[in-house]
């Protein structure tokens, strides 16, 4: 991982800093900054909603035309079986079902690909994010969880259209052959298959500002030009619409028109098409013309009297919202001959589809120009879906800072934005008052902005680094597969990187003068500091170099170094690092590349590998996507201010790139980016902060600015979070006008579940094929009012069910010598309401110990991983390598959504050590004794018998002699050594005391705590305070007890080789 510096060049060149700083040290105060930040973008609400220069030319009454566009986005009628433009769009613009929403990405339906998601799947909490890493906030780190799934919208099933039904009562749903699906929707069964919904291959983004953008789709294909019949506006060159002299009855001509600023209505005109979205496939916009033109709008869904477009021509007699439809008099027919000039609809005999000419018994000009009128109509009314009274807004609005509405931010909102627009650089990509990409504002009222920009991309820079790291490496330390051992500390030694090419003179040195001198661990450190360039290194390109010691207070350590370069740069390969004049490893780095032209926008940022989807980069069917792909291949595209023009064999960087999205309602608007493979907003934050995904294998189109955020701790990312939910428009939120909204019935998946469905009764018996039963819900008209504050709309998270994440960080083996341990990173999936406890446990004590046996979680620090600390046992055993779990054992909370839910765990093996402990169990009174010692009888005591010297025996002060001895000889196999426990009963201080030896050793003065109840004590040295360890041969010992007090008493002995083994008979335990 590498991070991005916290100050970025006019240029657009990305540049990296590293800074000489103890990283340990506080790393934001509260908000204090007495200006509102330079670069804060103003208000939305100084953003001009555009409309297109020419839309009066089709369009007479703009209201009329909402009023369509409305009616016609929310309908079911629209689609083949139900899907309307709003069944993707339902929520703040967006999607959140979770049932049956799972398109296979390329690698279809497998385990493998999948992990195991098959179509009607529903996700929980822990299938995100679908790139799971070690450590989420670092991209270096080992992957432990991939699948090439998106997270996207259901649409129809898969049918081969055949009609529309014509002829009342006019059947909603469009006449269709049923057909095995090909793409893998369907269940495999005899006798027959069953069909699901189909689901779009990638994620839906939000409706609301969409009238900001320059192109719409992630893609770009929404062309900015709308030609009324298709996305793909001015590189269709065959694209007309039938106009006439506005005389009734008169005939039409196929007429080119184009209309800008009508992204929305390019992209309006596809999904109700799309064989994925809203259609049976082969339909073609006549033929949904001359459907929707003969049914009443809303005809099966109920609108809100007071609704705050369709109000006026709401069912009238129905105050109450209980009938469907609005006026009942009124057809689709009727509303697009108030919306548009009679010249687009008022001609005579009918025309052919294709080419628009007279032919009999064809389509009728209203019918041949319904996507025109379809996508005006959308655009009129997606043109007020503009939220721009979040309270950033209101905080900009009132003058910022120092205005009169400065708290309109929290102090920690405060920091998030000065982390958006300086250490992030967010702003770069998220631009603006609509903090988005490929914005009208960016491309036309922006001063050196255009449709194109030329920039260096990921390969235009090199960085490479060597980490070394002592084994067990620091707790929490981000460990990675090329991480090599450290062997020597590198404090107050020469470092230098040398070229690949002999030794040379140094790109980068200096001296390990870290914070504290080699050896020492406390206080702990890390620091980095900057190595001082060589006269070699590569000028003019903004080169630099630094090294990075951790040091903790058990001497664990980590050493890095980095390196990195700019185009033109220094040549690639392998370059040297040494430390104080040894060869300690190597640094690799890449060949830089020139820069590459792009479209502004649109960016790579490695959440995929390019090859799954290359998005910006593909091409239609009139040509590319991207305009820096027309421009190349010799188009005469607007080039702005890009200077020089872009050449025919000049680079591109498209393939991969997608539209960059606007950040507002993001609270509202998961799963994010293309693929959906991220479900709540501190997902995205650690992502940003490690760095791309993908970034080797998509270097040649990787923006560069993805490279990693650095110096973000868990309380910058929160207050990053905060800020970004305060661009939140609560309009949107309670779906107040003009976000409030009419009816809507949306498929949410099939009974059953990934494993099976149920079999309809819609069938194609001689394909055997059925389409599956389905569930519904239904989300009720909302008013101009909006909802109630208690019924708000809910992050996507909220959908998902809870779970607890468990990551092995640092592998999955634990040794019991203690070499080599488990960090198990350990964080929630989701905020909770209120704080959750995670019991934690290993399923084999023997095998392994825990360090942290219950974490505490709240709302703030939900997604922060706690580190538990898993290590091997000794166990004495030669058993080989044994694996155990580390499982959650329980969930606690007063959050009902969390408390009781299941626990999830991680597989943990036991490296064996082939040390085999021996111990050895004697009762006393088996031993070879001399007199005064004697065996006595005590119910109490084991076998009922014990061994001592009997009151009045008096004291033995003298450690020589054969007298009073209680000799227990044993046979060692195990080499080692070896403790001795005593089971003993001690009335008094003048009879608590006995000698002790090994064989022909010394005697050591054993003293036991008073006791009166048969207690255990390990064998101890009076005089040293320590218990006796022996280090034993193998072969045959013999353990002496002598009489030291008369009245002392033992029964048993054990000798043992496991430093932990405690006597397990249900006695005491001596202090």
Known sequence: MKFRSLSRPSTGHRWILFLGVLVGAPLYAAWQHPETPPNAPPSLKTVPV????????????????KRLGKALFWDMQVGSDSASCATCHFHAGQDTRTKNQTNPGPGGFNLFFSGGHGPNYTPVACDFPFHKLEVPDDNDSAVVHDIDDRMSSAGVFRRRFDAVDVTPPLDAQDEGTIEPDPDGFAFPGQPNSKNVRRVEPRNTPTVINSILLHRIFFDGRANFNFNGNNPFGDTDPNAKVLVNNGNAGDDATP??????????????????LSPFEMSYYGRIWPQLGRKMILRKPLALQRVAHDDSVLGVIDNQPDPGDVLPGLDPTLTYADMIRSAFHAKFWNAGNTYDADTGLPSAGAFSQMERNFALFFGLAILAYESDLVSDDSRYDQYMDGGGESGTAANALTAQEKEGLDIFL????????????????????????TPNEGLLERMLMADGEADGHAQFVSYPPPIGEPLHPTDSALLSDPRGKLIEIRPPTGYGGPLAW??????TGAGVCTPAIDQTIVLTPGSNAPSNSNFSASARLRVDTDCSKVFRVDMSWQYPGAPGGEYTLYVAGRLVGRIHMDQVQPPAVYDNGFYNIGVRPTAEDIGNGG???????????????GENVDNGNLQPPVGPNERIAVNGAFKTPSLRNIELTGPYMHNGGFSTLEQIVDFYTGGAHFEQVNKHDLDPDVEGIGGMNPDRKAALVAFLKALTDERVRLEQGPFDHPELIVPVGHPGDQNGVTEGPNCNLALHVCEATENFLTVPPVGNGGRAANDALQPFETQLAPCVNLLLAGGARVSETGATISQVRVALSRRPASPVTVA???????????????????PTNWSTPQIAVVRGVQDGIVDGSVPFNLAVASVTSTDPTFDGIPGNSVSITS???????ETFQFEAENGAITSPMVSALDSTASNGRYVWAPSGAGNNSSATGTLGVDALTFNVTAPGNYYVWGLVKTPTVNDNQFWAKMDSGTYFNWTMPVTTVWTWDKVNDTAAQDPILWNLTAGSHTLRIRWREDGTKLDRVIVTSDPAYVPQTGNPIAP
């Not at 702003?427 to 009222?445: D, M, Y």
């Not at 200096?510 to 914070?515: D, E, K, P, T, V």
């Not at 490296?911 to 402990?917: E, K, N, T």
């Open 50 to 65: 555009e409309l297109p220069s020419n839309l009066n030319e089709a369009v007479q009454d703009l209201d009329a035309a």
């Open 255 to 272: 007429t080119r028109l184009l209309f800008d600023h009508a992204a929305t209505a390019s992209q309006s005109v596809g999904p109700p």
């Open 422 to 445: 300086n250490r992030g650089g967010c702003i770069g990509c998220h631009f603006g008052p609509e903090f988005a990409g490929g914005t009208l504002t960016k491309i036309f009222r």
């Open 510 to 515: 200096g001296w390990g003068y870290f914070a």
């Open 619 to 633: 091409v239609g069917p009139f040509g590319p996507f991207a305009f820096a792909a027309r421009a190349q291949s």
């Open 840 to 858: 934690l446990q290993v399923s084999d004590t023997t095998e392994g110990t825990l360090t942290a046996s219950a974490l505490t979680f709240t």
């Open 911 to 917: 490296i064996d050590s082939g040390v085999r402990y």
